[in-house]
């Protein structure tokens, strides 16, 4: 099965994407013609946009895939209304289509896969000879042919009348405009209010009503075509002939609209608003391509045009008077209605335009108009398709039979307002564009077979196609030789090797399209005659090039082609195709080299194979020789050449090898990029000499051949390496920078001749004036080097020598340098004499100068040894200090200086200063009153007894001593009244430790004290100040006083105040103090404290304050208590009063729980109460009272006993007991208790009486006597909180409600 070739064309403005065989996606944008190759004749899977299908038509061997839109049926004969934009064009369309839809990239992808099917075009299925119709692709036409369109009017009586109606009514609205200038301003504001548009409640426009033909354009998105290249931008279809003038001035009022509305005044803001309230545009008339449309100005508001509310109103001063009521322009209402409101409009515009004649009415503003046009829905994107003053306008180069929405936009004064309500209509079908010419499908000398593809049928479907062609006569005369629906057609009878003319035509309901451009085709001709034999053209290693001449009895449209057979000599298979083809020339390849091949070619056709040309014997050239191997190196390799060798190549190319080529290179390769090759060796001998060459340089070396092949590519370069010998001398070392006492700085050159080697070191010798044998000071390798270690004023000669692999060269010549003057050598240690503990002598000698006089000394002093500080500088040799410290140690050291610079420090020497008197005491606190503590001497422990008998009373010694220590009372305090404490920090004792201090009190005797930091002065005088010095004793005398500070006691703390008891019960005891008020401020000087003494004899305190009395509670009763008080201030504590005692009363019984009664009889009844332990002692009695009624309460019962039976009740009377405890003391009155809550009898019900209904009666009479309960205290206290919290929630609510909120 042979390959087949797959041609997909792609058109400008397209993209097709391929997916190859790795994976990858690969995207060619159009023009472009890609070329598929189909290795088993089958066409690969071609995806589509939904809503088209692939066609494949065979060309001359080459298949070309077209995609076509599928056909739409549309029943009931009527055309049909494209709601939705139309689809994509076809990546494959072909060039002339314009790509006026959305590019493909951007669709999703195909739901559906279509599948190409393999063949020519006679045998293709059905379903790809059908016709396609492309109802979305319009291809551009000429303007008129003879063959035109038919024009199909459609009206009936009623459109008729009401089409002239409108006309006319137009007609007079433009020619009042153009009258008039105050009218046309009325008339524009009546316009407003009546025929601005159609009426809201009628239906709109049929778009079959009018039906008028107008001239064909060039159709591009439905609004216009594209006259140059398909880049630049469609006109717009602007119907008026000054149009461009009004587009440039309301281009030019555009750019100041961007206004934001409150930077407006009062009269622009009145005009937008008048402008947003313009009316939809009126549809007057609709083509094919094209439609009428008119509208009207935006009403006056009602406050300034008159009209506007009437109806309609005509307009005034001679301005438009047919403005009418509006729904007489409406569509859809009776004729005999809209001229009755016609007549009616006129009558009521006369009649305002009377009564408004002494009215000044204001001229009406220039209003600029924009209609835009979407052909994708009501809310797709507009275009404008008309600007400029006009009321009325027509739109051309629309598509037919497709769905628009159009809407009209009022600018003036750069104020632009918004567009009004879309308006919907659909263009009318016509007939068909012009279809592509037909093409050749396959063809023999008698017959041809064509194909076409169908055009856009423009909302009507194509029924029929008519092919015409010229019977070869070539007169431009044509006859009809098909009419039918179908899109191919074989032509038969025809004569051999002619030329035949066609064109085609497609018509549908609406008419006949024009017709096609003219193509010609050829039919066949005879069996061709053979050939002349192949020529060469080139020849090659592995190909030969030929060519052959067309045979001369052929005419030139005859499609030929050709054979051409080759024999390979010793393949015993004879001629065998190498080329089949329609060219005159072919390269034959994978050949042999040298080899003779012998060639015969033969022509045929559809008719039928020539027999084969003469043979014709070629051979192709030699091949060039391979590569030598890589050379060898032959002996060993002296400072300046090397010999070399290498062997002939295994490849010969065919023929013997006639010359050898060597080249030479220095350096190696990535090295030296910029080295270049040269010849020095041409020859057939496989060996030579290379000669004069650097030593210790790296060469590389190849060889090539040539034969009559040609030349052979390079060898494999050898690298070879000379041997390096030393390097040659250097240039004297010169001294860098002046020379200096100890040391010099030598700095040389590297020689000049290196040796074939790097320098890799150099080497430095040191010899005297008259030596020549010397020592090396430096080896490295630097060019410079730093000799040190001389001595200063001396001459010293160097010679330095550099060395490579090779070895060391040759010394350079000497160069004798002298040495500068150093600096003095180092001093001896000073020697130190201190002449007293403050001042110290120090004395030096001078060193040797090392050739320069010294000229100053410097002397460093200090406390330690590395913070030594220059105390003297000068040429003198000794020095004193003064104002040092005694007893320090001291260090020093000496330097000596001359030009040449300093000499080193001398040793470093340690002195210590003599001992002296005390320092001055610097730092005196006084004590605080905490710190003064009485200092008690430790009791003495009792010596153990060695008897056994005497351990139990040591034991209890031991537990007293524990117990006396517990209750031991705080630390004993010296009065600040009479004392004053010291502390002070010790000062230096400069050498002999401080033995004693004696503080100085002024008037009073010096106090003398051990070597102590602390000391209390006593026996001082209360609230006196006193003058306090210290100072600080040792052995070698007294130091100097410190400074004279300030103290001063506190005067006498106070005496205690009179303790009374004012009040007392058995629980508490109020205590009474000193005169003044109960509850005083803490700010009070004076205060006191209150103790209480506890069961373990310990007082406890109670109480630390400034008020005068206290309150003791949680205390028991009949019980005694002791209490002490003291007063304090500012001064300290006074002294504890003496001991007070005061007892508390006895507490009498608790109050009873409520009695219990329980009735024994119809006249008695048993009360219980709970009884009470008796209380420390005490025996308990009770005492229970009962109440009548509302009388009072009277004692019924008094005793020990816990119940009680009363007798002698009143069956219908209420009674009320209580009870309360008494506790009977045995030497005090007794004591009552508190009263139990009432307890409640309530009266005794009567018998019931017989009968059901004497006991009701019974019940109700019993109720009605029984007496109101009354609650008891405890219920009515429930009761009052309860309220009060249910007041205070309601009184918070209305508070948060009413009063925050």
């Known amino acids: 099965m042979r390959a087949t070739v797959i041609l997909v064309q792609v058109n400008p403005g397209e993209a097709f994407t391929i997916q190859r065989e790795d994976g990858h996606i690969q995207c060619i944008t159009g023009p472009a013609q890609v070329p598929m190759m189909s290795p088993n004749g089958s066409v690969p899977p071609i995806y589509v946009p939904p809503g088209y299908v692939s066609q494949i038509i065979e060309e001359n061997g080459v298949r070309r895939v077209l995609v076509l839109p599928q056909p739409e049926f549309h029943h009931g004969g009527h055309s049909p209304l494209h709601h939705a934009p139309p689809p994509p064009p076809p990546p494959h369309a072909h060039a002339h289509m314009p790509a006026f839809l959305p590019h493909p990239s951007m669709m999703p992808p195909p739901p559906h896969l279509y599948s190409g099917m393999a063949g020519g075009a006679s045998d293709m299925s059905p379903q790809f000879i059908s016709q396609y119709h492309p109802a979305h692709i319009y291809s551009e036409q000429d303007p008129h042919s003879p063959h035109g369109r038919q024009q199909f009017v459609h009206r009936d009586e009623r459109a008729n009348k009401t089409y ?12 009042g405009e153009r009258g008039g200038g105050g009218g046309g301003g009325g008339g524009g504001g009546g316009g407003g209010g009546g025929g601005g548009g159609p009426n809201k409640d009628s239906p709109p426009s049929s778009p079959q009503k009018s039906r008028v033909t107008s001239p064909a354009s060039d159709v591009h998105n439905g609004l216009g075509g594209r006259s140059g290249s398909e880049n630049e931008p469609s006109p717009s279809p602007i119907a008026s002939p000054d149009s461009p003038s009004r587009s440039a001035s309301a281009a030019a009022c555009g750019r100041e609209r961007d206004v934001e509305p409150g930077e407006l005044d009062e009269e622009a803001q009145a005009l937008q608003a008048r402008l947003n309230t313009i009316s939809k545009p009126l549809v007057v008339e609709i083509h094919a391509r094209g439609v009428s449309l008119s509208w009207s100005p935006p009403p006056r508001p009602e406050a300034e045009g008159g009209g506007g509310d009437g109806g309609g109103g005509g307009g005034g001063g001679g301005g438009d008077r047919g403005g009418g009521k509006g729904g007489a322009e409406a569509k859809g209402e009776g004729e005999e209605h809209a001229e009755e409101e016609e007549e009616e409009g006129q009558v009521e515009g006369g009649e305002a335009q009377e009564e408004e004649e002494d009215v000044q009415t204001p001229p009406e503003p220039p209003f600029t108009y924009e209609v835009s046009v979407s052909y994708s829905g009501k809310d797709g994107r507009y275009r404008s398709a008309y600007s400029g003053k006009d009321l009325s306008a027509t739109i051309e180069d629309l598509r037919p039979a497709t769905d628009y929405h159009v809407r009209v936009q009022a600018m003036c004064k750069c104020l632009q307002g918004s567009a009004s309500e879309g308006v919907s209509f659909t263009t009318l079908s016509c007939e068909p564009d012009a279809p592509s010419p037909p093409k050749k499908a396959n063809g023999t000398k008698n017959s041809l077979s064509l194909q076409w593809k169908a055009p856009c049928d423009n909302g009507s479907k194509i029924q029929n196609y008519i092919l015409q062609w010229d019977e070869g006569k070539g007169t431009g005369v044509f006859e009809q030789c098909y009419y039918g629906p179908q899109k191919q057609y074989k032509v038969t009878k025809l004569s051999p090797a002619s030329r035949y003319a066609f064109r085609l035509a497609a018509k549908n309901d609406m008419g006949v399209s024009e017709y096609s451009e003219v193509v010609e085709l050829l039919t066949s001709c005879g069996v061709p005659v053979p050939p002349s034999g192949p020529e060469l053209v080139k020849a090659g290693v592995t190909w030969l090039c030929l060519q052959w001449q067309r045979p001369h009895s052929s005419p030139r449209e005859d499609d030929i082609g050709y054979v051409l057979e080759m024999e390979e000599p010793g393949s015993g298979y004879g001629f065998q195709p190498s080329y089949d083809g329609d060219e005159l020339s072919c390269t034959v390849r994978n050949l042999h080299r040298s080899t003779t091949y012998k060639f015969r070619v033969a022509a045929y056709n559809t008719e039928g194979k020539s027999n084969p040309s003469p043979v014709t014997e070629i051979s192709t050239s030699p091949d060039r020789p391979g590569c030598p191997p890589r050379p060898s190196l032959k002996g060993k390799a002296t400072p300046t050449g090397f010999r070399m060798a290498w062997d002939a190549p295994k490849d010969t190319g065919g023929s013997s090898i006639t010359k050898y080529t060597v080249e030479i290179s220095e350096g190696q390769t990535g090295v030296f990029t910029g080295s270049t090759w040269e010849e020095v060796y041409s020859g057939s001998v496989m060996e030579c000499v ?55 700085q030598l700095r040389w050159s590297p020689p000049q001749v290196d040796g074939g080697s790097a320098v890799c070191g150099y080497s430095v010798e040191l010899g005297g004036a008259q030596v020549e044998e010397g020592r090396e000071v430096y080896q490295g390798s630097e060019l410079d080097c730093t000799v040190s270690s001389l001595l200063p004023g001396r001459t010293y000669s160097f010679r330095v020598r550099a060395a490579n692999k090779a070895g060391y060269g040759p010394f350079s010549e000497r160069t004798e340098v002298t040495t500068g003057p150093g600096a003095p050598e180092q001093c001896r240690p000073p020697h130190v004499t201190c002449r007293s503990p403050s001042c110290a002598v120090l004395s030096w000698e001078a060193p040797p100068s090392n050739g320069a006089p010294v000229t100053e000394f410097r002397v460093e002093w200090g406390a330690a040894e590395g913070s030594m500080q220059v105390c003297y500088s000068g040429s003198a040799s000794s020095h004193e200090i003064k104002g040092l410290l005694p007893a320090t140690n001291y260090f020093c050291r000496v330097q000596a200086l001359n030009v040449a610079g300093a000499g080193p420090f001398s040793e470093v020497v340690l002195c210590q200063t003599p001992c002296s008197v005390p320092a001055a005491v610097s730092v005196v606190h006084a004590l605080r009153e905490s710190e003064m503590v009485v200092e008690q001497p430790a009791r003495p422990r009792r010596r153990r007894r060695s008897s056994e008998e005497d351990e139990e009373e040591e034991e209890e010694d031991e537990e007293e001593e524990d117990e006396e220590d517990e209750e031991d009372s705080p630390p004993l305090l010296y009065s600040p009244s009479t004392c004053l404490g010291l502390r002070w920090e010790p000062p230096c004792n400069h050498g002999s430790e401080i033995t004693s201090y004696l503080i100085d009190l002024g008037e009073r005797q010096p106090v003398l004290t051990g070597p102590v930091t602390k000391h209390i002065l006593q026996n001082l005088q209360p609230d006196t100040a006193y003058r306090v010095r210290i100072q600080a004793l040792n052995s070698l005398g007294a130091g100097p006083f410190s400074h004279t500070f ?36 803490t700010a009070d000087a004076l205060q006191y404290h209150l103790q209480m003494e506890d069961k373990n004899g310990r007082f406890a305190s109670l109480y630390k304050g400034p008020c005068h009395t206290h309150k003791v509670q949680r205390l028991n009763e009949s019980t005694s208590y002791t209490f002490r008080i003291q007063a304090f201030n500012e001064a300290g504590e006074g002294p504890f009063s003496n001991v007070y005692t005061f007892a508390t009363l006895r507490s009498p019984p608790a109050a009873l729980k409520a009695p219990k009664v329980e009735r024994v009889g119809d006249q008695s009844c048993e009360i219980s109460w709970e009884a009470l332990p008796p209380m420390k002692g005490d025996p ?17 019962y008094k005793g020990a006993s816990s119940s009680h039976t009363m007798s002698g009740l009143q069956a219908s009377s209420e009674y009320r007991f209580r009870a309360c405890a008494h506790r009977l003391c045995q030497d005090a009155p007794e004591l009552a208790g508190p009263w139990s809550p009432t307890v409640f009898l309530p009266p005794q019900r009567p018998p019931p009486e017989a009968g059901a209904g004497g006991a009701a009666g019974g019940a109700r009479a019993a109720e009605a006597r029984r007496p109101k309960r009354s609650l008891t205290d405890e219920q009515l206290t429930l009761i009052f909180i309860l309220l009060f919290g249910i007041s205070g929630i309601l009184i918070a609510f209305v508070i948060q409600y009413f009063v925050i909120k």
């Open 164 to 175: 002239e109606r409108l006309q006319k009514k137009l007609k007079e609205r433009q020619g």
């Open 1046 to 1081: 300030k103290l001063k006691t506190k005067p006498l703390p106070p005496p205690p105040p009179r303790l009374e008891c004012s009040a007392f019960s058995h629980q508490t005891l109020r205590l009474k103090w000193g005169d003044g008020p109960a509850k005083a401020s």
């Open 1180 to 1196: 308990i009695s009770y005492t229970l009272q009962s109440m009548l009624g509302n009388s009072e309460f009277k004692q019924v």
């Open 690 to 744: 290379c000669d004069g060459l650097k030593p210790g340089c790296s060469y590389q070396t190849r060889v090539y051949c040539e034969s009559d092949g040609g030349q052979s590519t390079l060898s494999e370069p050898l690298l070879v390496q000379t041997p390096a010998v030393p390097p040659g001398p250097c240039q004297p070392p010169r001294v860098q920078g002046r020379p200096k006492a100890r040391e010099l």
